[in-house]
């Protein structure tokens, strides 16, 4: 079964920057990463889970959440079947344990995150404390 294994995080200071790496394994027969849709989420003390960013498998397009675009970068490496999230000028705000997950979802040139829903495949979550 898909496994998602998730490293990176840690505490920075406001204005640096993170990358988060999800390494995907127990891909089913046949199939490799571009088959998956792989979003990055958030949890916060006290708050729901959101959903941060998603990257396409079927064209590697990719959205963001209005709070992250332009600061936050999505990218896979199929070869390596590790999905990164590039974080930038991060803020106090950005902190929080974060996760990857993936869908089958096969939309293209995505805009908008696919629904909660869908994703059944879950990293362990990764702490980021960004704090002065």
Request: glycine share 12%.
């Amino acid at each position: 079964h898909l496994q998602l294994v998730q490293s990176g995080g840690g505490l920075v200071e406001p204005g640096e920057s993170l990358t988060l790496s999800c390494v995907v394994s127990g891909l089913d027969s046949g199939k490799t990463l571009d088959y998956y849709a792989i979003g990055w989420f958030r949890q916060a003390p006290g708050k729901e889970r959101e959903g941060v960013s998603e990257i396409s498998g079927a064209d590697g397009s990719a959205a963001y959440k209005t709070a992250v675009s332009g600061r936050f970068i999505t990218s896979r490496d199929s070869v390596k079947k590790t999905v990164y999230l590039q974080m930038n000028n991060l803020k106090p705000e950005d902190s929080g344990v974060y996760y990857c997950a993936a869908n089958e979802n096969p939309a293209v040139d995505i805009v908008t995150m696919s629904p909660l829903h869908l994703y059944y495949a879950w990293g362990q979550g990764t702490q980021v404390t960004v704090s002065s």
